[in-house]
């Protein structure tokens, strides 16, 4: 087992792979990102290609190997990201016992899930239940091989013939309502959760069904138009487009991907050809289901319905899809209210707006303009509210230049005034960031843990390792260092460098490092690439740490001892005056 994880560790380089799903930048001999797996403006997010690690200094924390990435990536377990990789990279997998009970658990559902999508397509073609709902496809033009394609099926109007299905193929109950497909009732009795309703099965992009969403056939009743399968261990909603599976390879091969919001706005362009159409699952887009589509394409257009609802989804995805360098544009169907509806009523005129894509940005401009007509100052200033935001993210000096010039022109005013706002934009945003620095003003209140980090990662990243560990150990002592840990590893440096005095081996050292001390080691060598260059230098650093373990000691003795010795009162003004010859070290030049 560990002989083939290791040589597919070996063989997927980390930052071609993490490089393929963001944009990484070189900072030195790592790389940077933003992070994927949380929200941020400045990156803190470190990839090492030399020991092949990454680690988020962010509010995620996270880190790990390239296995660790896939596995939060796709949100799947170590056996599926392992075999993943083994597959990618050429790697047999052969006589592997590896106990996984959270994949085992997975395969169940998705076994449950899969014998379920079965049973509706069956309903659907092969018995009078699914008469109904085979009519009102066919009143949609949707053809047979077209509904197979997708996997539609029928849950018939029963209380529980699916799970009484499901019971006979050895499934227990819970995990029949873990999957979401059953729900309680009164008396604790379980029914199925769809009955009645066209069933569409949505898939992840591996072809397993991991959920479903049923529609009401019967437009009079009360009923909800849609239920879908509620949040499970295989289907999370954010993370979830319908069609990808069957859309990746065309995405791919279109380098673009198109984003709509519901099943039928998927189901009838594929039919006429068009097989790059995703429909987004909740209210709007959403970082997870655009990190998905990141694997396939770098553009993507936006044509979600012609409400206001969906207008207004276009814009909120706008910013996470800029934060992960996507290309955005616009397509509307102002005579459909969404493109089922356009396409079925008119393919040629679909086919001419698809065609005529709009820059998200003209698309924000034209709405403002839309809702407030540019003929007064008041409403001057409500479409700059509106549009400014947007274009003071653009970060292509170029393009942001176009739009400043185009927003001075719509409201008649000179570029300079736009440039104002705009700078005024960027001011409120770096005063919201302020409070959130970096460890320059006290990250998260531990100044001395990270500037201990940051000290210990600069020894380790440095080509002349041995030059800035001697600045460094000249001030302090591996005991100066409050972090358990890092006091360790400080005096294993300090061994190490005693043993190979001609030259420091990274990879060496770390191989010396026992479990318990290697994911901490791996955090701190990152470290000083998250925080850059720092006005402090390395020197005034030491003596602030100095400063803070002397303080402390001298703390300690006086806390413990009511009445002083001569020994301990002596040990007590040698560290005053040291704490008082480090504070000289600290004050201004």
Known sequence: MNNALEEVKKRVDIVDFIGSFITLRKAGRNFKALCPFHKEKTPSFVISPERQIWHCFGACGEGGDVIKFLMKWENITFFEALRELADKSGVKLRDISYEDSMWKKKERLLRINQLAGEYFTYVLFKTSFGKKALEYLKNRTIKEQTAKKFQLGYAPSSWDSLLQFLKKKNFEEGEIQQAGLAVKGEGSKLYDRFRGRLMFSIFDARGNIVGFSGRNLNEDEEEAKYINTPETPVYHKRETLFGIHVAKEAIKKEKNALLVEGEFDVITPYQQGFENFVAIKGSSVTREQLMLLKRYTERITLALDEDTAGKEAMKRGIEEAERLDFEIEVVQFDFAKDPDEAIRSDAARFKKALKKRLPIYDFVIDQAIKTYPPDDAFNKRKIGDEVLPFIERIRNPIVQSHYIKKVASILDVTEASVETLIRKIKRKKKEQQFLTQSFKKSENGDRERNIQKYLLSLVFQ????????????????????????????????????????????????????????????????????????LEENVERLAYEIKKIALKKKITELVAVTEHFSKEQEQEVKKLTNQLKEVEKMLLPV
């Not at 840990?485 to 490092?513: D, G, Q, R, W």
């Not at 001390?517 to 260059?533: H, S």
């Open 462 to 533: 440095s080509e002349e390792s041995y030059r800035i560990a001697k600045k460094i150990f000249e001030i302090v002592s591996p005991q100066d260092f409050s972090i358990p840990s890092y006091e360790k590893i400080a005096t294993l440096y300090l061994e190490f460098e005693n043993k190979h005095s001609s030259k420091f081996h990274l990879k060496t050292f770390a191989n010396k490092l026992n479990f318990e001390l290697r994911p901490v080691f791996d955090e701190i060598y990152l470290y000083a690439t998250y925080q850059g260059e």
